[in-house]
């Protein structure tokens, strides 16, 4: 096999692993997804129109990034037993590193959301213990389906919390690896490499524990691009700094709008819902405009909440 059809056959694996069903909603269809903030951060969204993209290194659960590249190493090391390729290796090695990579060399930018507007565990982890509120999206304005194939700054892909199809696609990856080595006669490409080692840390951001499952979670992912600069900052988080991406969600059918597209606001349940609501209504309309104020559905949480 010549270099041309190893590349032709990699471009097939490739794009077959971009449209993976279990990262997309062509499984299970999904209309809207919410972004659980706090007073203050819903303000930042109105006045700025962007909503904000967390370091991958600071998500609250420490050991997500860990949990995903135990999958992917043991499917590399089954594949690194099979041919002994120094290119494999270092992709075991990319692996093994993919938490001090994100942290440092791979710059990994994280926005959330969730398909449940009124999850208890949201509304106290991000939401200010209740008081703040659930911001609703369509789920086709939050980044496009894939960076590679669209281009955009930011991607968006469904958290996989099901161990079985997590180990099928980290396998996967690195099956494509082995036979991508074997057909360019050890002389792989780097450009090829690189993107093996995106499809990585993709997995690294959307692999989570099946304890994890009631959050639902979307994600749209930035992988930092010299040539595509998002605006950036430094926000505080429980103590400790986080730095931040800005990240663009027009509407889907006017993508050349500036007006970020939001479509509902769920109410936190440790408001005084009546208040909140007229408040917010006001708010809405100072900030963004009567039209857009008239747009946007508002809702209140139905969970009875007591604070711990």
Known sequence: MNRTQAN????????GFLNEPAFSSTAEPVGRVYQYTSGGGLIGMLRSNR????????MN?????????????RAFDQQCQRTKSQTLARLRGFVENSLSRISGNTRVYLGCFSEDCDLLSQWRAYADDGRGFAVGF??????ADSWIQVGGPAFRRRVIYDEAIQTRIANDIA???RKYVINTRGRPDSGRIGQIQECIVECSVCFKHPSYVAEKEWRAIYIE???????SGVRERNGLP???????????????STRIAIREIVIGPAND????????????????GAEFSQSVLIRRSQIPYRRV
């Open 51 to 58: 909503v904000w993209a967390s370091h991958a290194a600071t």
């Open 175 to 177: 099956t494509a690896a």
């Open 138 to 143: 369509d789920l086709n304005d939050v980044g």
């Open 61 to 73: 659960d420490p050991g997500e990034i860990r949990y995903a590249s135990a999958i992917l190493g």
């Open 242 to 256: 986080v730095p931040y991406v800005e990240l663009a969600v027009p509407a889907n059918d006017q993508p050349d």
């Open 8 to 15: 032709e056959r990699f471009y097939d694996w490739l794009f």
């Open 225 to 231: 691009n010299p040539s595509k600069p998002l605006n």
């Open 273 to 288: 819902m009546e208040s909140t609501e007229r408040l917010l209504r006001d708010s809405i309309r100072e900030l963004a």
